[in-house]
């Protein structure tokens, strides 16, 4: 309460993704149906792992979990962007805009180390098939899950707690369609070399320390891959491994491409395209990449469908 009283500006105007009235009606029904495929996807692969028993094991342990987390992070963020194309003012309260930034950051942590969670029960299936049930136990699941939530809350902590004791003079326009880090600091009237040297650091932690261990867990990967003598052994080994390696490449391309940048070679306009990609389109696809490229879901969907139905 403070912090909210330390501050003239006590609600803000996200300005949403185009002032191009032309745009706005065609990108509500366009991030809609992005939202709708998203729900209806991530809440499909929570059911069907709930609802088979065959997928109770670690990897779709960290699926569910995934799915759970892309579920959570694009309801976090679109219903609020949608407002943004149907009112002439998308109004957001200070204390709303804060509590948006905490479960933004904490969803992004979140699925950063869950990525590198599931990197490392790859690295276990394919390098230690034999002792894979007994490394990846139902208390090492649930510590690595631990530690995944864990980091979310601590990003999540260390990014609101940056801005939240910011000054807000009298600009209260925010140039995006939610409530992001680097928008809000360019409004400030004392955000200063420290605050923006906390944000590059905790990001680089964020992504840096997943995208190290994804790194080692896959260099572990390709070496038992070159171990295994049969081609079909290789392929289907390489295919386990493809869904996360799409996943990956998405999700940290385009977050590393918004923030591990300084403001000044990118404009926040395109900032703004950048994190659709990691907010919008990332939480959509990662339920079809997995569905889609993955025998034992369309097996699990199969048999759902026709209980279902049948």
């Known amino acids: 309460m403070a912090a909210k009283n330390s501050s003239s500006v006590t ?47 670690p990897m779709y342990f960290f699926l569910f979990n995934l799915s759970f987390i892309d579920f959570s992070f694009s309801t976090a963020i679109i219903p609020k962007m949608l407002l943004s194309f149907i009112l002439k003012k998308n109004i957001i309260s200070f204390t709303g805009c804060m509590t948006q930034l905490f479960f933004f950051c904490f969803f992004v942590f979140s699925e950063s180390f869950i990525l590198s969670a599931m990197a490392y029960d790859r690295y276990v299936a ?6 894979y049930t007994i490394i990846m136990s139902p208390q090492v699941c649930l510590l690595l899950l631990l530690g995944v ?16 004791f910011l000054t807000f003079c009298s600009d209260n326009l ?7 880090i680097i928008p809000l600091l360019e409004l400030s009237c004392d955000s200063s070399y420290i605050n923006v040297l906390v944000v590059f650091i905790v990001v680089t932690i964020g992504i840096g ?7 080692i867990s896959y260099g572990f990967i390709l070496s038992s891959i070159l ?7 290789r392929s289907k080994a390489f ?29 926040l306009d395109q900032g703004k395209m ?37």
């Open 274 to 310: 950048s994190s659709l990609f990691y907010t919008i389109v990332v939480p959509m696809f990662n339920p079809l990449i997995y569905s889609l490229r993955n025998k034992d879901i369309k097996i699990a969907m199969r048999k759902t469908l026709r209980k279902t139905f049948f």
């Open 126 to 131: 394919i390098g230690k098939p034999l002792l």
């Open 149 to 164: 939530y864990g980091m979310g809350i601590l990003g999540a902590v260390a990014h609101t707690g940056n801005i939240v």
């Open 174 to 180: 925010v140039n995006h369609y939610m409530c992001d």
């Open 227 to 233: 171990h295994i003598s049969s081609t079909e052994g």
């Open 11 to 57: 609600e803000f105007i996200l300005v949403g993704l185009t002032k191009q009235p032309g745009l706005q009606i065609p990108f509500f029904f366009l991030f809609l149906g992005f939202y709708v495929v998203t729900v209806l996807g991530n809440l499909s692969l929570i059911t069907l792992i709930g609802l088979n028993s065959h997928l109770h094991i």
């Open 209 to 215: 320390v997943p995208i190290v261990a994804i790194f």
């Open 239 to 267: 295919s386990t491994c493809s869904s996360h390696i799409i996943a990956v490449s998405l999700f940290f391309g385009s977050g590393a491409f918004m923030y591990l940048k300084p403001p000044s070679i990118l404009p």
